[in-house]
């Protein structure tokens, strides 16, 4: 049995809607649909989050909120979840602390981003009782740009927020709400064209995958949202995978790490960070808190864009990728399953299921590293991403393992450099050495990011910094360092 | 009367009070244009764009267009029944292309479809066939051929010549300066409805309703009493809504007209980049005269500016650029050259300091460069240059010949050296240097003078409308526009003073070319300036009106009736003022009052460019600190201190919200935000950076970890509203110290006597360039 309606909490209740299209945007309900105006768009994209609106996920008992993009979020993914809008915050038309605070702060301007700015700041209020880091409040905000303020006097408000009585969501009742729509009969539909379901089993998955090999899988819809708001074009028939409960999953054995490919890039870069601390340094530099809360690190991977930063770290740590269908599964090192320009090893009847990353042995002399280079520090796509992994003993490195990003049509691996290090002896001039070969290595783009000149150097000037900050004690990083007194 | 006529006490003038929209924005109830409730039969449009960058159109087959779903309309140049010009001074603007497109992505029809998205995919189904001509895309293209929207313009003063051959040291160089994307976070939007007997309203996020009602009136043949046009907020302007909100009002009104259906015309976020104009990109090139202490005896300079493909703003904008090429300095010999060159890209614009930025960067690496020369700390070079405070030292007068009579900046400058420890932590720093190989700091203070007041002098004349209704409260229109800056919430200040009236009695209008016309654009920072006077003109009518009356009434003399509280208070009288309204009303008293305002002294030949264009000057300081690493060419700004002057504030809070946001959007500029079209192939000219996926503005974790701001202690020596100064564009020039700062960390590391060639925006790939690699 299929239903073709959605079920959300929204506004007090648990509404009905019918799926007119499964590209309709969560936006272009509020906005176009049903007047709710509050929440903006800024850039159909994803990238400035005028539009933040906050989710809400039954996780176990509790409920769970996430800030995310609703431009590019696609309607059939409220199914099951409570939706917020900053309508929702001032209650019998008291402000939110959060929103007395921006006006205290004079947190804004123009107006227009604030909406966001204030979604975001109502989901890290509600997740953290108590007023968290600088650092975590940045992090917060990394996804919501304003043109007017400079930021200062909305950081001012993010703290301010917490000096006032605490004024909590009631999150029993949503939950138990939603506690009722879990046993719904799975979401499937078709309207003219386009058809889509949202199978919750991976067998399901895997047989209408079998089905409908054209059929494009979408988890978070962080880029394909932007396909349908910026190219226009139809996807066709969609299998979202978001509530496929294997691939939500996230298990340590001891010896690998295995991320489900529909889990949050959020999620899996906490999970990553437990291994190597390298990893929350991305974490905080890749995309936004929004985008990560939607995306996940299946769709990174599978993407397979030349530009995805999982992929280079996730190379140097030795990362495989576990493929399933129908007939069975089978396992490929991560730099196998890019063939060419956005073309991976995945057969067409073929999902990815999910991502193993070998747990590093405890012993000495293993090094680890992620780079990421870029215009801006936040939320930028980069010219050059890196990951390094080496293993070191007796003064010699025995195992190097180079991934990059944006230097190829592909993630891939630097071979030639790889070469220069492995025997050699661990000191400066193996990593000149390497330095030197990774021209030969790849032959980059120029584009709006860098240049391909800019590409070459800085992949061999970041082998250069890999030593530095594992061979001596240099500072190499501007982000350590603090202001003259 | 006379005592009416000064001004009132400041009872809220002064305070740092919320911005007057501050509780709409944070709950978002705050109504922008596409926020409105769409009324019955609203159509939504959008262009069709060109994909070459310059080339005649053979064939625009429309046909597919036409049946896509859900389409009503499309029109196309010879659907015009007007002007087919947006242009605000030259009429070379075309709203649609006529026969020639001029950059990639240019108008080349307009759709209405029922709804948004049909109208966007339908704009897509256009087949066009170019004949390709030969595109201009860079500065160097357009110099070497000659290119020009307008003529080139000099400004000169003294015998440069004989000055730099005079001189003891002799220097040249060349600094490039790219454009900006205003990014505004509301994009461009219209929504024109069709009303009775030929006449049409057009709601539009612009910073010049009366400018889009007079195109709106040429686009369709009309006059301007047909045309209304109201904005009551925008979502960020900073020059992108002054004369560019116009090609979208004007689509919007003649689709209107046409279908007779109300026409929303908003533009997506990569079709507002690519069809918009930007900051104009300038090369500029400089040669310099000066002594051992690095006084300048005199200097050339050659500023060439990318315009586009149109004038738009162009000339004035070059003019203020050539107006601002002095900053902080006497230049005694002085020869300036600007060229505005035309290109095929989209006409650049507009942009919060206007010129202004540009001009202030050529002197600024002049000094630099001189400084690094000479082996001086660039502080004690700029110091030597100052313009005199002493009108008997003989260096006063600018370049164009105006005298500088409240020169506050040697003091200023003396107080942020001592604030900001500048002289300890540039010692500091050099001692950080000299151990620290890959790592480098860098540390710059750079002054700022900025004029204030439009120099087409026909502009700085402003209008409000105050209506008192009989209950007491009070409805206030005037000509300005509020974009963010807080002007609505600063002219509502200084209306409640001089009624004495609490804010809450005090409601803004939007602001619409029926309630007061003839408006100027809000722009060169002057709103508050010029519709401040005219709105605090307005409620002192009404004011004094009432104060005669009520003193005829009690046998007192109008000067010893009181507004203040709430209350109207006069000897043996003590009322509410609801309650003196509504007996004023009673009597035939006229409740309400225009008001008029016209910025006095001011003179300037635009001929010549000589005279005194300004009213007064703000000035401002900023040092920065930043970190470089020579790896990669990545910086981070690590500290700020500013100082800067707004006169006697009208509100602290909103002031150092533009300061500092003004610092940051100028920080944007010359660091992370570049502007990148394809240089070659079949789609040159295609812009790359066109969403904010690709064009990176300054977010939350650029700001920096220390970031001091205070404001100087002065009050204006002419007579602006409160003795205040203006304060939308001098704070973005503050962020000159960050390019500066970050040539000083590339200088450390290239060693002593080094001048880094550092183009901005300095994108970790700019500084690594100038540090020689990449």
């Known amino acids: 049995m299929t239903r073709n309606q959605i079920q959300f909490y929204f506004r007090g209740a648990v509404r009905t809607l019918t799926v007119s299209s499964p590209t309709r945007t969560v936006l272009q309900y509020l906005r176009e649909d049903i007047g709710a105006v509050g929440t903006k768009e800024g850039c159909g994209e994803g990238d400035c989050g005028a539009c933040t609106v906050v989710i809400g996920e039954r996780v176990g008992d509790r409920l769970e909120l996430a800030a995310v993009n609703a431009c590019i979020r696609f309607l059939p993914s409220l199914d099951g979840k409570a939706l917020f809008t900053v309508e929702d915050l001032a209650a019998g038309g008291v402000l939110h602390p959060v929103q007395q605070a921006m006006v205290d702060c004079h947190g804004s301007q123009c107006g227009f981003c604030t909406p966001g700015f204030v979604m975001s700041l109502w989901a890290m209020y509600e997740n953290h009782p108590h007023c968290p880091s600088q650092e975590a409040m940045q992090d917060t905000l990394s996804g919501n740009l304003c043109r007017c303020t400079g930021y200062r006097p909305i950081m001012d408000a993010a703290r301010a927020a917490y000096a006032s009585p605490r004024v909590e969501l009631q999150r029993g009742p949503i939950a138990a709400a939603l506690e009722a729509l879990r046993e719904l009969p799975v979401l499937e539909g078709r309207e003219g064209d386009a058809r889509y379901a949202a199978p919750r089993t991976l067998a399901d998955l895997l047989e209408r995958r079998a089905r409908a090999p054209q059929a494009r899988l979408v988890a978070g819809a962080t880029d394909v949202g932007l396909w349908v708001t910026k190219q226009l074009r139809d996807p066709g028939e969609v299998i979202f995978v978001g509530g496929v409960a294997e691939l939500r999953t996230v298990s340590n054995d001891g010896a690998w790490l295995e991320i489900g490919a529909a889990v949050p890039l959020e999620r899996a870069f906490e999970e990553l960070a437990l291994l190597h601390p390298a990893w929350d340094g991305l974490r905080r530099r890749f995309a936004s808190g929004p985008v990560r809360n939607a995306g996940t690190l299946g769709g990174n991977v599978a993407n397979g864009s030349p530009i995805g930063d999982s992929m280079p770290p996730l190379i140097a740590a030795g990362a495989t990728v576990v493929l399933a269908s129908v007939g069975g599964e089978r396992e490929l090192a991560l730099e196998d399953f890019y063939l060419a320009y956005q073309r991976t090893a995945l057969a067409p009847d073929e999902i990815l299921c999910r991502v193993r990353i070998p747990l590093p042995s405890p012993e000495a002399g293993r090094h680890f590293a992620i780079y990421k280079v870029s215009k801006r520090f936040d939320q930028d796509i980069s010219a050059v991403c890196a990951g390094f992994g080496l293993t070191v003993t007796d003064g010699t490195i025995r195992t190097a393992r180079l991934g990059f990003g944006g230097m190829a049509a592909v993630p891939r691996r630097a071979a030639s450099a790889e070469a220069a290090l492995i025997g050699a002896p661990f000191c400066a001039a193996s990593f000149e050495a390497a330095a030197a070969a990774v021209a030969a290595d790849f032959t980059p783009l120029s584009d709006v990011r860098a240049s391909a000149d800019y590409r070459l150097t800085v992949a061999a000037n970041l082998l250069r910094r890999f030593w530095l900050e594992i061979g001596t004690a240099l500072p190499v990083s501007i982000e350590a360092l603090e202001a003259t007194p | ?774």
């Open chain 2, 1 to 774: 009367m006379n005592a009416l006529k000064n001004e009132t006490p400041a009872a809220l003038v002064g305070k740092p009070l919320p911005h007057e929209s501050a509780h709409l924005h944070v709950s978002g109830r705050a109504t922008f244009v596409d926020d409105m409730a769409e009324l019955a039969g609203t159509l939504h449009a959008a262009v069709g764009m060109a994909e070459c960058a310059h080339g005649r159109i053979r064939r625009l087959d429309l046909d597919a267009v036409r049946a896509a779903p859900g389409v009503v309309a499309v029109m196309t140049a010879a659907d015009i029944p007007g002007a087919n010009n947006g242009g605000p001074i030259l009429p070379d603007d075309p709203l649609l292309a006529d026969g020639v497109v001029q950059f990639f992505g240019q108008a080349l029809f307009v759709v209405a479809a029922e709804t948004h998205d049909a109208a966007r995919r339908a704009a897509r189904r256009a087949r066009v066939d170019y004949e390709p001509l030969p595109a201009i895309l860079t500065l160097e293209q357009a110099i070497d051929a000659e290119s020009w929207v307008l003529p080139p313009a000099d400004l000169a003063r003294g015998d440069v010549e004989a000055a730099l051959a005079g001189a003891a040291h002799r220097a040249h160089g060349e600094t490039r300066l790219g454009g900006q994307e205003h990014f505004y976070l509301e994009g461009q939007i219209s929504y024109a409805l069709p009303r009775e007997d030929d006449s049409v309203h057009v709601w539009c996020s612009t910073q010049h309703p009366t400018e889009m009602q007079h195109l709106v009136a040429h686009a369709l043949g009309w006059r301007a009493h047909q045309v209304s046009v109201e904005c009551r907020r925008m979502g960020g302007g900073f020059g992108g809504k002054e004369t560019q909100s116009a090609q979208w009002a004007c689509l919007a009104a003649l689709l209107a007209t046409r279908t007779g259906r109300p026409v929303k015309m908003r533009l997506d976020r990569d079709d507002d980049m690519a069809l918009t104009g930007k900051r104009h990109p300038f090369r500029l090139r400089w040669e310099a005269g000066f002594d051992d202490d690095g006084r300048l005896a005199g200097v050339k300079f050659e500023l060439a500016s990318d315009c586009g493909f149109s004038a738009d703003l162009s000339g004035p904008v070059n003019d203020r650029a050539i107006g601002h090429v002095d900053n902080a300095y006497y230049l005694d010999a002085v020869a300036v050259r600007n060229l505005r060159c035309k290109t095929h890209t989209a006409s650049n614009t507009a942009f919060r300091g206007f010129g202004g930025p540009q001009g202030l960067m050529a002197i600024e690496a002049v000094i630099d460069d001189v400084a690094r020369r000479l082996g001086r700390d660039p502080l004690d070079v700029r110091r030597v240059n100052f313009y005199d405070p002493d009108p008997a030292a003989g260096r006063d007068r600018t370049p164009y010949r105006m005298q500088v009579e409240d020169n506050i900046l040697p003091a200023l400058v003396a107080e942020l050296e001592v604030s900001s420890r500048y002289r300890e932590r540039r010692a500091a720093i050099a001692e950080f240097n000299a151990n620290s190989p890959i790592l480098k700091k860098g540390i710059a203070l750079t002054p700022v003078k900025f004029g204030i007041s439009f120099n087409a002098v026909q502009y700085n004349q402003a209008g409000a409308l105050v209506h008192v209704y009989s209950d007491g409260t009070v409805l206030l229109s005037h000509g300005g526009n509020e974009m963010g800056q807080g002007l609505h919430t600063k002219v509502r200040q200084v209306v409640a003073d001089a009624f004495g009236l609490p804010l809450a009695d005090i409601r803004l209008a939007s602001t619409d070319t029926t309630r007061v016309p003839n408006t100027s654009a809000t722009a060169a920072s002057s709103g508050t300036d010029l519709n401040g006077k005219a709105a605090q003109a307005a409620a002192l009518t009404v004011r004094g009106r009432l104060a005669e009356w009520l003193a005829g009434e009690l046998g007192v003399a109008p000067q010893d009736v009181v507004f203040e509280r709430g209350r109207v208070r006069a000897p043996g009288y003590d009322a509410g003022f609801s309650e003196v309204a509504a007996r004023a009303y009673m009597a035939r008293i006229q409740l309400w009052s225009d008001g008029f305002y016209r910025t006095p002294k001011i003179h300037y030949d635009p001929v010549t460019r000589l005279g005194r264009p300004f009213f007064y000057f703000a000035y401002g300081a900023a040092v920065s600190e930043v970190a470089l690493d020579t790896l990669t060419g990545e910086t981070r700004l690590l500290a700020v201190d500013i100082l800067h002057d707004v006169g006697r504030s009208l509100n602290p809070a909103i002031d150092i919200g533009q300061i500092e946001g003004g610092f940051i959007q100028g920080m944007g500029w010359l660091t992370t935000e570049e502007v990148w079209r394809r240089p070659d192939g079949n789609r040159a000219g295609e812009l790359m950076s066109h969403a904010p996926s690709t064009y990176k503005i300054p977010a939350v974790h650029d700001v920096p970890p220390v970031f001091r701001v205070a404001l100087f202690d002065n009050a204006n020596v002419e007579d602006s509203i409160y003795r205040s100064k203006a304060v939308g564009e001098p704070p973005l020039m503050l962020a000159l110290s960050v390019f500066f700062a970050i040539r000083d960390a590339a200088a450390s590391a290239l060693g002593p006597g080094s001048l880094p060639a550092l183009a901005a925006p300095a994108t970790p790939e700019s500084v690594l360039r100038a540090l020689g690699g990449a």
